[in-house]
């Protein structure tokens, strides 16, 4: 079964580069690797979803290594409003949808 | 831009009875999933729907769950006999055409059971 790992927390200042990576073995050869983003009481939100290698949309980036056994999700220059729990989402072998725990970003000015 | 709706935002109820909690999924979305989230724990995966019959399910996904999309447009959750453990952030989302596509989550409807 496909098990992912993420921290739990990270800080981090306005106007950094984040970085958030998720560890994930045994997951679908041929599925995408998803992110999301979550505020209080609030549904996940998309941000960005890739196969392998690079994806860069207008709020991230996602980085994908050819063993697809991690991924980094790449925030740019972020602000308080980035304070958020991300999410990464994979599919394991069997195809059941495996959420991460989720990692607690908390920006401070 | 479209977007799911949820009722009721927020469900009291007493242990033992039955709730139905209410989606209307993004118009010509395909494919419907139900979430739960404990407060301040992670997403919880339950249950998808595709072409009116579940596509997979977690094994929280127990006898006391089930779903439907009764009039073609709602999609719905029925938690049979509550419990207090069942006291959660139950979240809907629909995606596209294929499971692979992205899903759009609802607001959320928190269950309190006590």
């Known amino acids: 079964l496909a098990k992912t790992t993420q921290p739990i927390s990270m800080d981090s200042y306005e106007g950094q580069e984040v970085n958030i990576t998720c560890s994930h073995n045994?997951?679908?050869?041929?599925?995408?690797i998803t992110w999301y983003q979550q505020f209080p009481s609030q549904g996940p939100r998309f941000i960005i979803q890739?196969?392998?290698?690079?994806v860069t949309n207008e709020v991230a980036s996602l980085f994908i290594p050819a063993d697809r056994k991690s991924s980094t999700l790449s925030l740019p220059r972020v602000s308080l409003s980035d304070t958020a729990v991300y999410y990464c989402?994979?599919?394991?072998?069997?195809?059941?949808?495996?959420w991460g725990a989720g990692t607690k970003l908390i920006i401070k000015p | 831009e479209p977007e799911v709706t949820q009722t009721p935002s927020h469900q009291v109820t007493q242990m033992g009875q039955e709730v139905i909690l209410r989606c209307v999924p993004i118009?010509?979305?395909?494919?419907f999933y139900w979430y739960r989230q404990i407060l301040g724990q992670k997403v919880e995966f339950l249950v998808s729907?595709?072409?009116?019959?579940?596509?997979?399910k977690s094994e929280i996904f127990d006898d006391q769950f089930s779903v439907e999309r009764p009039d073609g447009s709602n999609f719905t959750l029925k938690i049979r006999s509550t419990k207090l453990e069942d006291s959660a952030m139950y979240f809907c989302?629909?995606?596209?055409?294929?499971?692979?596509?992205?899903?759009?989550f609802g607001p959320g409807t928190r269950l309190t059971v006590l």
């Open positions: 989302a629909t995606g596209g055409y294929l499971p692979t596509d992205t899903q759009y």
């Open positions: 118009s010509n979305h395909l494919y």
């Open positions: 729907f595709y072409n009116n019959e579940i596509s997979e």
């Open positions: 045994n997951i679908a050869t041929n599925d995408y």
């Open positions: 890739g196969y392998k290698t690079k």
């Open positions: 989402l994979v599919r394991d072998s069997n195809y059941q949808l495996i």
